[in-house]
């Protein structure tokens, strides 16, 4: 969980000096697996009693999953026009 955790801040931020739209939202939908692999860590830990209360973190994780994915859909539209 560190490692993907940490991977979806790493990879917005290579993101931010992409040489290319493409490269940036290349580098946006890996930080978009990160996350979800993330969550999916959450959940293995919650399921196995290993943490109790992750609403807050599962909540802050939704959001940042939707601003990735908003950021990712309004990208490839650029490069449609």
Known sequence: MLRSGTSIGANINEAEEAQSLPDFIHKMSIA??????????????KATGEIDDS???????????????AIIKTSKGKIQK
């Open 32 to 45: 978009l697996k990160e996350a979800r692999e993330t969550m999916y860590w959450i959940d293995l830990l």
């Open 55 to 69: 609403r807050q973190i599962i909540s802050d994780l939704d959001e940042i999953i939707a601003i990735l994915t």
